[in-house]
């Protein structure tokens, strides 16, 4: 990182595999994977999103098809077709032992499956929306 | 009042950990096959399990990060993918174990085949787990458990000569009658009984489903002092009732119902029923911590939302691995297997498998980012230090120590 920040962060100690949390609060994945891109002019490798979902997983664990197969199945089921599982620092709130964001967690592609079970699964179990407090 | 219920989490997590369905057949066991010559592992087991849970409390409360975060934080996906299976498989046997133990439980009590009310107690603990709030389960399960404290009566009632019993168990040696390496075997099977890793996994997600701040660091401490202690000294109780009634009259014990027998003859009729209920609580209360490690664990890998402090519906995932895991565990369960070779089974594997899980929580219980100043000092980064070479070397020894013993046989 810059050293404009004030603070380094060590990318393979303090990012990858941390806990990811949306504005409201939910968990919404792991760190999978940290996308860094090359700045031919300054000739610097910049960390420019984090990448979350199970084709990340996949990818970084050695899977590369069946990563690149998920990644482009879950772009494939949004809107405009851009990649749920590419998380920018921008909308990064926090770093620390869990890192928050700034969007919704049904907009990120770690969240897919969750919703799924919800609304297949568990919404059909009477007391589902029971708070157990 | 309420000081006193904050410890039940502690109590409910050592009773559910130490005095289950292969523990109680364990200790009754050893106290029949080796007298007092292993009490000195249950004991090691309880200094150990006490400084890893007082690590993983204090690191939860701090940073609300449980046990299986940290182990894939610090181990990378890969080593924490095989720590994951490792650990759910012999999470898997263990609740089979115990909801074949609570069956079991219940047909000593109403003279039912228990392979009949295995779908029953599935029922129940899929029930507890939906239904129930976190703190009235770990106080029911953890109260009725502590009626478990009649094997210490009994063993009071009985009244041995106590120098005696200390000495026995302050100097170890192995029996004429048994190998070194059956001794050695039975030694892990405890110190594994002691520091399974299920036990860590539903301690430190506990502290983060009551929400544990800084200000709980001293609830924290009790629950560990308290709890697990208590766990150690049922143990022993166990232990030390078998040896001076069961060994005396050479009755090996292999069955959960033979386990109560010491307690009726010592103490009678209320006394059985005491053990009963306790026997019905301690396996219980540990096929729902188990149940719910499963659904733990895997959702801290996925990072997915988990636990029973959100509604249902916002951890949709984390419920159908539990709920899966037990119709599993149920199925397994109804196939005959012998619960007790199931969890003794599950029990030295487990040992196996326990430095990859203790091993990132020392790292991180030393890394501010978690913990802030809070950071373990040098006496307790020593004590953790000797252990993890003892769960090293205990892992390396258990499966070569398994075959040339053939299980203990």
Redesign the interface.
């Known amino acids: 990182m810059s050293e404009a920040t004030g603070r380094t962060l060590w990318a393979a100690l303090?990012l990858?595999?941390?806990?990811?949390r949306d504005r409201h609060d939910?968990?919404?994945?792991?760190v999978?994977d940290v996308e860094l891109t090359y700045d031919d002019d300054e000739k610097v490798l910049y960390a420019t999103a984090i990448l979350?979902g199970p084709g990340r997983?996949a990818r970084?664990?050695g899977r590369r098809r069946v990563g690149d197969w998920l990644v482009a199945f879950f772009a494939s089921t949004t809107v405009d077709g851009h990649d749920p599982s590419r998380i920018p620092f921008r909308v990064v709130r926090n770093f620390?032992?869990?890192i928050d964001l700034a969007v919704d967690a049904d907009d990120l592609a770690?969240f897919a499956?969750?919703r799924w079970?919800?609304d297949h699964?568990?919404?059909h179990?009477p007391?589902?929306?029971?708070?157990?407090? | 009042m309420k000081r006193l219920l904050a410890v039940f989490l502690g109590v409910l997590t050592a009773i559910g950990g130490f005095v289950d369905i292969g523990d109680l057949v364990a200790n009754a066991a050893t106290g029949a096959r080796f007298d007092m010559n292993l009490a000195w592992a249950v004991v090691v087991g309880v200094v150990g399990i006490v400084v890893y849970a007082e690590m993983c409390g204090r690191v939860a409360a701090l940073s609300g990060r449980a046990v299986f975060d940290l182990v894939r934080e610090r181990l990378g996906p890969r080593m924490a993918m095989a720590n994951l299976a490792a650990s759910f498989f012999i999470n898997l046997l263990t609740l089979t174990a115990e909801i074949a133990g609570v069956a079991i439980a219940l047909s000593l009590a109403a003279s039912v085949n228990y392979l009949l009310l295995i779908p029953l107690a599935a029922v129940l603990v899929w029930l507890v787990i939906w239904r129930m709030p976190f703190e009235t389960m770990e106080r029911v399960f953890g109260l009725l458990g502590l009626s478990l404290l009649v094997f210490a009566v009994a063993v009071w009632r009985f009244g041995p000569d106590w120098s005696t019993l200390f000495h026995d168990s302050a100097t170890p040696t192995v029996p004429t009658t048994e190998s070194p390496w059956t001794y050695a075997y039975y030694a892990i099977a405890l110190f594994g009984a002691a520091m399974t890793p299920y036990e860590v996994f539903f301690f430190s997600s506990g502290a983060v489903e009551e929400r544990w701040t800084e200000k709980d660091l001293r609830i924290n401490r009790i629950n560990v002092l308290i709890g697990f202690p208590l766990g150690g000294a049922l143990s022993l109780a166990i232990m030390a009732l078998s040896h001076l009634v069961l060994a005396p009259r050479h009755i090996d014990v292999g069955l959960l119902s033979q386990v109560t027998l010491p307690v009726a003859s010592v103490v009678g009729r209320l006394g059985l029923a005491a053990v009963l209920i306790g026997i019905f609580a301690a396996t219980f209360g540990a096929a729902l911590e188990t149940s719910l490690s499963a659904g733990y664990i895997i959702g801290q890998y996925f990072g997915w939302p988990w636990g029973k402090y959100v509604r249902a519906r916002q951890a949709a995932r984390f419920h159908l691995v539990v709920l899966i895991v037990i119709v599993v565990g149920a199925l397994f369960g109804m196939t005959r297997v012998d619960p007790v070779k199931v969890t003794e089974y599950s029990i030295v594997l487990a040992a196996a498998a326990l430095p990859l899980t203790y091993f990132p929580i020392l790292v991180l219980a030393n890394d501010r980012d978690y913990v802030g100043e809070h950071c373990n000092g040098r006496a307790m980064n020593f004590v953790a230090m000797v252990y993890l070479v003892i769960l090293v070397l205990v892992s390396l020894a258990t499966i070569p120590l398994m075959i040339i013993t053939r299980a203990g046989a």
Do not use: F, Y
């Open positions: 303090q990858l595999d941390r806990q990811l939910i968990l919404c994945g792991n999978d979350s997983l970084r664990m620390g032992p869990v770690s499956t969750e079970v919800r699964v568990i919404s179990i007391g589902n929306d029971h708070a157990a407090e």
